[in-house]
């Protein structure tokens, strides 16, 4: 399955992607969303910033997948992997109001991070404000 990421453009996240600073991307739910369930390893994850054209791709190694989350649980979550997940050591307090009251978050830890030529992708029948798309095969939305 080929998963298409939208990241927040604000958060320079996709460059630290491409520089091995960033090695795990976390998604923080209310209710459960894609990709829960839906990723698995070997999977592949293409990576944009919101507005902008898929720039790079990479694999799926490993995904945690943690329910009916509390203050202490998303505090160990964050102390645990933020700094693979966000590159930085010390996590922004944008981030953790971001978190909190959250019920759900996925771990998708990746490798084999690598540019691909950039290309749009059609969003029709995902949803404008879709941050997370999975398709059986990438071509079926690529904009060529």
């Known amino acids: 399955m080929d998963h298409i990421a939208i990241m927040k453009k604000s958060w320079g996240l996709t ?5 091995g600073e960033k090695k795990v991307e976390s998604r923080w739910y209310k209710a459960k ?20 054209l898929i720039r790079m791709k990479a694999k799926v190694t490993k995904v945690l997948q943690f329910d009916n989350l509390n203050s202490i649980k998303i505090k160990q ?3 645990d992997y933020g700094k693979v997940d966000l590159g930085i ?4 307090p ?9 019920n759900y978050c996925i771990l998708i830890f990746f490798d084999k991070v690598e ?14 404000m879709s941050a997370w798309i999975a398709v059986n095969n990438i071509n079926q939305i690529k904009i060529s």
């Open 94 to 102: 944008e981030i953790k109001r971001y978190v909190a009251g959250k």
């Open 89 to 92: 050591s010390h996590i922004m």
């Open 15 to 19: 460059e630290k992607i491409l520089t």
């Open 33 to 52: 969303r894609i990709p829960w369930d839906k990723i698995k390893p070997k999977d592949t994850i293409y990576f944009k910033d919101s507005g902008e």
């Open 77 to 79: 979550i964050l102390a």
């Open 115 to 128: 540019r691909v030529k950039a290309f749009d992708i059609n969003k029709t029948g995902f949803g404008a």
